[in-house]
């Protein structure tokens, strides 16, 4: 284990050299900068602003400062608001992670109950009103869930209010964030518990005697979650970086939002230092994930 995780844990820097590496240089190729804005400045004041903010040497110089910068833990700050990076990011990502960690949660619970419903009915009618749902959300984009609950939970039937930074409700961001995967863990519990309920080890508990209770909630549905956890770490990490469209559509003010209006205004630092955050995060939690088949299924090795 100890020599699996020092190999992870290097790929994942390399990983995120590369990341950094691909990032940067990807927005220099971008035609604009952060400080052209609609209102013309002239050539004396971009000058200026260049070179306080170190974007007037060579672009390698400009890697090399902000990677160095970077090790000693600084993010800089925004070129568009002068507010420090890594304060920005992290009250940000507060508002994100609540929302986030409460659609995992939501899809799993939801995701792994009727999964199991649908496979314990193989072919009658909870089944098919399951696999009909299940497709109807996995075909429909997020951008238009959320909009269909906002249109008609907000606006029609004012059942919820409207997304306020001040009196948040965060029903209908979980429910538009969380049902994406949700459909598809339910078809990942039904096609891996079938799978386990024809094997020979549940036969042989139902021949000893075992009552239905426990052959499906111990025997069964432990192995069966083991191809689940391995969606868990990537769909996790999903939810909690891509989030940024129904932030937009509920006017969240979380990190997905702060992402897409630094890419509008250009605002090198708070692309970089949001990109190598969401990142990293993605990495852990696929690490995470990892570690947790161990815990589920102890004859995985990780080697």
């Given at each position: 284990m100890a020599r699996y995780l020092v190999k992870r844990i290097l790929l994942a820097l390399l990983t995120l050299?590369?990341?950094?590496?691909?990032?940067?240089?990807?927005?220099?190729?971008?035609?604009?900068?952060p400080f052209n804005g609609e209102k013309a400045k002239s050539e004396a004041v971009m000058a200026v602003l260049n070179?306080?903010?170190?974007?007037?040497?060579p672009v390698w110089v400009q890697f090399f400062n902000y990677m160095k910068n970077l090790l000693h833990g600084d993010f800089g700050v925004s070129l568009t608001t002068g507010r420090d990076i890594w304060t920005t990011i992290s009250t940000s990502f507060?508002?994100?992670?609540?929302?986030?960690?409460?659609?995992?949660?939501?899809?799993?619970?939801?995701?792994?109950?009727?999964?199991?419903?649908?496979?314990?009915?193989?072919?009658?009618?909870?089944?098919?009103?399951?696999?009909?749902?299940?497709?109807?959300?996995?075909a429909m984009p997020s951008?238009?869930?959320?909009?269909f609950l906002l249109l008609v939970f907000c606006i029609q039937l004012k059942w919820v209010?409207?997304?306020?930074?001040?009196?948040?409700?965060?029903?209908?961001?979980?429910?538009?964030?969380?049902?994406?995967p949700m459909a598809y863990i339910t078809r990942l519990t039904k096609t891996s518990m079938l799978d386990v309920l024809g094997q020979d080890y549940i036969r042989t508990a139902k021949a000893k005697g075992d009552r239905p209770f426990k052959v499906i909630f111990v025997h069964a549905l432990r192995n069966a979650l083991i191809p689940v956890i391995t969606y868990v770490g990537p769909m996790a990490a999903g939810v909690l970086t891509g989030s940024l469209v129904i932030e937009k559509i509920f006017t969240i003010g979380g990190l997905g939002s702060k992402f897409v209006d630094s890419i509008t205004k250009r605002d090198y630092t708070m692309i970089m230092g949001t990109t190598i955050f969401l990142a990293t995060l993605m990495i852990a939690v696929n690490l995470l994930s990892d570690i947790v088949y161990t815990i589920v299924d102890p004859r995985i090795k990780l080697e």
């Open positions: 050299f590369l990341v950094c590496f691909i990032t940067f240089f990807a927005m220099e190729a971008v035609p604009g900068g070179q306080r903010y170190g974007l007037d040497k507060a508002v994100s992670a609540k929302i986030g960690i409460m659609a995992v949660i939501v899809a799993l619970v939801f995701g792994i109950i009727l999964g199991c419903v649908a496979a314990l009915n193989r072919n009658k009618w909870p089944d098919h009103v399951i696999i009909f749902f299940v497709t109807l959300f996995t951008f238009v869930m959320a909009s209010p409207v997304f306020s930074t001040s009196n948040p409700n965060y029903v209908l961001p979980v429910i538009a964030l969380s049902l994406p």
